[in-house]
């Protein structure tokens, strides 16, 4: 009776190990695969940040966006979803507004994200009648918020079935959203509205979430509840990862059987039976239920499989179940830190590396030296020659600065961005005999899946500790260089200067400031005369911008026009001019004109048309008074749409001039491609035009062509009689320059409208 009751005991003790094993066993592939999910979403996630940032990034589509361009914005948006593999994308501006196509529920969802999304976070889950969807959100920097791109992923059964795969046993993951009622259930209607679901997933939310038993419709299962958070933080949907009892249970069954047979056994071999029981299922289990333990916080236990019975099997399997698990967080781990496309590590890891070099080199007193690299018109390849050449492109590129810098960090940090990390090695010219290799072989035109491709690149340096002690100011400085070396021309490299950062900041400064100056409206309109050389009179006034800044003064437009095209603030400064230059204009004689300087920019933008049609209906400005004047450097993104605009803007009755003639490449192209209204002699032939022959040939030149095509022209820059005499015997047109006016306000126009009529009268 005592051996039976002991063989009793060790059997009832051998089931309830098995129990727990089972248990603890599913419990770790739960956490794991929630683990596992958290991790595959935020490795995603950054890819599609990546992604997301080239786009952000490109001038061209900041223009897009600033200019409100929408055919231009839904195009980018469509190959970015193509590109990202990702069903929808979308743009949406800070007033609210959505582009991209997608459904309606959805699109009304996004519009709000951006502005309730938690400070410091990129994702959220949301919940509309389509579905619930997972959402990535990128800015759109110019260099403040101008809006924002969003990725939208359904969080559907094609992902659950995905996840599904990662794990090791047959999981079962649903997606649970609240009904009308408050309750929780399932997306996909498989799991109905319970009182112990909604219990168990209130813990989860507070916190205190652990795999335990649930009753599903199915039956009992082991389950797991993780919320996901919406752009407010509060969890809007639940990710429910379940394993049923029953088929938890079922590979212990032979196990189980194995135990009572033992036990049987044990009771007619009585002291040989309950060895083996002790040597050949107590032990083994114990040693797999510490395994089980060991590998719940992350420790890889590797059991020994000592016989090939079902406890060995067992043993075998959780093995390869563990060896599993770790390959995989492995392979997460790998995925985490380095870049899919070229294998070499990433942004994350390439700021880890900084952070921890940086302080071990000013411990030591050495430096630390870090290059900026950025592909030359990588964006015009990727748009002729296709995605996969620019990818293979990237590819050779890696491989490139892998083998010219083999003793270096080299890191892809998105888009066309590489940089590389140079440790002190006593070699003070390193950092320039390095950048110099890498341009030297990059001129060297690279063959990819057949194609030979002629770029280039750009390289900003920085040296620590004098560029910056601390990874950021380093990154920062030395972007500041790659800037000045793509302004010096693209194909060169630049040593970070001080006055880079100053003027970075002024920059900045001057920035805020100009939007400052359109909100507060600072600017205003000076003019200088147009003298109509053939009738004696003044024939028009060109309108010039005048910004009277508060406490900087005035400030010279030759200082805040290039930022205002760079940041796309030209577009709405452009408008402004407009409108106040036909307003003021109306008041003054019906022969004369308003001629106004369009930005290249602001004329490329679609709605510029509409434009000059509400500043002439609001004003009451007759079309044929107002006079456009355009540079050659308008052609310089096509030729067809830029005359097909100029015949729009004629046929409205607006006059065109071409301005700074004669000092580009192809303007007799241009005159032959488009009949402009006026010529005007740019001011560096006229400044010699009385003393050098070979400029008033030049001059005289001109005026024949014009007159051969019928056009009028206009002399800039006069400043004395000798020149006004010669331009008068020449035939020109029309003078503007200082020897009649200098600009004047706004006020003072029919004064010397007045003076000049009585004058010539």
């Not at 309606?104 to 949301?126: E, F, K």
């Not at 909100?519 to 147009?530: A, S, T």
């Amino acid at each position: 009776m005592l051996f039976a009751v002991c063989l009793l005991a060790v059997a009832l003790v051998g089931q309830l190990v098995i129990w727990g094993q089972a248990r603890d066993a599913v419990r770790a592939e739960l956490r794991t695969s929630g683990s596992v999910y958290d991790r595959i979403w935020a490795m995603r996630a950054r890819a599609l940040g990546d992604s997301a940032s080239v786009l952000t990034r490109d001038f061209g589509f900041r223009s897009a966006v600033a200019s409100g361009d929408r055919p231009t914005i839904e195009s980018a948006l469509g190959s970015l979803r193509a590109r990202a593999d990702v069903p929808q994308a979308f743009f949406v501006d800070p007033t609210g507004r959505v582009f991209g196509a997608g459904p309606a529920d959805v699109r009304r969802a996004v519009a709000s994200v951006p502005t309730t999304l938690a400070q410091g976070r990129t994702d959220a889950v949301i919940t509309t009648k389509t579905g619930v969807f997972r959402l990535i959100v990128a800015p759109v920097l110019a260099p403040d918020d101008i809006g924002w791109v969003i990725f939208a992923l359904p969080l559907d059964l094609r992902e659950m079935a995905a996840l599904q795969h990662l794990s090791s046993i047959p999981l079962t993951a649903t997606i649970l959203a609240r009904n009308a009622q408050g309750s929780w259930r399932g997306v996909s209607g498989a799991i109905t509205p319970e009182p112990a679901l909604d219990a168990f997933v209130a813990t989860a939310i507070g916190g205190r979430g652990e795999p335990g038993l649930l009753s599903l419709p199915g039956g009992d299962a082991l389950a797991l509840a993780k919320p996901l958070s919406g752009p407010a933080g509060k969890p809007v949907a639940i990710l429910l990862l379940s394993y049923p009892w029953a088929a938890a249970m079922a590979g212990y069954r032979t196990m189980q059987i194995g135990v009572a047979l033992a036990g049987i056994l044990g009771l007619l071999l009585v002291l040989l039976g309950s060895r083996r029981l002790a040597n050949g299922i107590a032990r083994p289990i114990a040693a797999l239920d510490a395994a089980a333990r060991a590998l719940e916080e992350g420790n890889r236990t590797e059991l020994l499989v000592e016989s090939d019975d079902e406890v060995g099997r067992l043993a075998a399997s959780f093995n390869l179940m563990s060896a599993g698990i770790v390959e995989r967080e492995h392979r997460i781990t790998h995925l985490a830190f380095h870049d899919t496309l070229t294998g070499l590590p990433n942004r994350t890891y390439f700021c880890q590396q900084l952070e921890s070099d940086l302080p071990r080199s000013l411990k030591r007193g050495e430096r630390t030296t870090l290059l900026c690299l950025d592909l030359d018109g990588f964006k015009g390849i990727n748009d002729s020659l296709g995605h996969p050449i620019g990818d293979a492109l990237l590819r050779c590129m890696g491989d490139t600065l892998s083998r010219l810098a083999n003793d270096a960090v080299v890191a892809r940090l998105g888009g066309d961005e590489f940089a590389i990390i140079l440790d002190d090695r006593g070699d003070s010219d390193r950092p320039r005999a390095l950048a110099q290799a890498i341009l030297d072989e990059m001129r060297t035109p690279i063959t990819v899946a057949g194609h030979q491709i002629a770029t280039g690149v750009s390289i900003g340096i920085a040296i620590s500790p004098n560029d910056g002690a601390d990874s950021d100011a380093l990154l920062k400085n030395a972007d500041l260089a790659l800037y000045r070396a793509k302004q010096d021309g693209r194909g060169v490299f630049r040593f970070f200067e001080p006055a880079l950062d100053a003027a970075a900041r002024k920059r900045r400064m001057l920035e805020l400031d100009l939007r400052e100056a359109i909100q507060g409206g600072q600017f205003r309109l000076n003019f200088q005369p147009i003298f109509d050389l053939k009738r004696d009179r003044i024939g028009g006034f060109e309108a010039l911008l005048r910004w009277e800044h508060p406490t900087r003064g005035n400030v010279p437009p030759i200082e805040f026009i290039s930022v205002a095209e760079e940041t796309g603030l030209i577009i709405a400064i452009g408008d402004w001019v407009m409108q106040e230059a036909c307003r003021q204009a109306t008041a003054w004689p019906d022969h004369v004109r308003i001629a106004v300087n369009v930005s290249p920019l602001q004329f490329r933008n679609s709605g510029f048309p509409n434009v000059i049609f509400q500043a002439l209906s609001h004003s009451g400005l007759a079309p044929n008074r107002l006079e456009i004047e355009i540079t050659e450097s308008v052609f310089l993104d096509g030729e067809t749409t830029v005359v097909t605009l100029l015949h729009k803007l004629r046929a409205m009755g607006i006059r065109i001039a071409l301005d700074d003639f004669g000092t580009g490449y192809s303007s007799l192209s241009y005159l032959r491609s488009f009949p402009f209204d006026k010529i005007k002699i740019d001011k560096s032939f006229v400044n010699a035009v009385a003393e050098d022959k070979s400029a008033a040939a030049i001059v005289r030149a001109i005026v024949d062509l014009a007159t051969a095509l019928h056009m009028e022209t206009t002399a800039e820059g006069v400043e004395d009689r000798d020149q006004l005499s010669e331009l008068r015997g020449q035939g020109c047109s029309s003078i503007q320059g200082y020897l009649f006016s200098r600009p004047i306000e706004g006020e003072l126009v029919e004064a010397m409208i007045g003076s000049a009529m009585s004058a010539a009268a």
